[in-house]
């Protein structure tokens, strides 16, 4: 299985991205597929994650009202569409994959599969 991640890049605060996962090699329609990040010197941290069974989708407090993800089954992709950035956003991103949902998805260490990461700035 392999993750794809895109998207990231610089942005001026207050500005928008839409990050992208693409999945290949099996889907996760009954699993997981999620958004960590990790800024420097801090540990990975949960943004978001959607269960592919029930299309419930679980935020990080801090993103609630700023993210959205979504996802195309027929492209086995998922969006992390990101409004408002703040430079505490400020992070690689990271998208994950679990073939079964599991209750600890804010977890990483739940998440057999992984995407490469992609840099997100803002600054101004």
């Known amino acids: 299985v392999q993750l794809q991640a895109s998207g990231g890049g610089l942005v001026q605060p207050g500005g928008s991205l839409r990050l992208s996962c693409t999945a290949s090699?099996?889907?996760?329609?009954?699993?997981?597929m999620a958004w960590f990040r990790q800024a420097p010197g801090k540990e990975r941290e949960f943004v978001a994650a959607i269960r592919g069974d029930a299309n419930t989708k679980y935020y990080e407090p801090s993103v609630k009202t700023r993210f959205t993800l979504s996802r195309d089954n027929a492209k086995n992709t998922v969006y992390l569409q990101m409004n408002n950035l703040e430079p505490e956003d400020t992070a690689v991103y990271y998208c994950?994959?679990?073939?079964?949902?599991?209750?600890?998805?804010?977890?990483?260490?739940?998440?057999?599969?992984w995407g490469q990461g992609t840099q997100v700035t803002v600054s101004s």
């Open positions: 994950a994959g679990r073939p079964i949902w599991h209750l600890y998805y804010y977890d990483p260490e739940q998440y057999s599969s």
């Open positions: 090699g099996r889907t996760f329609s009954r699993g997981a």
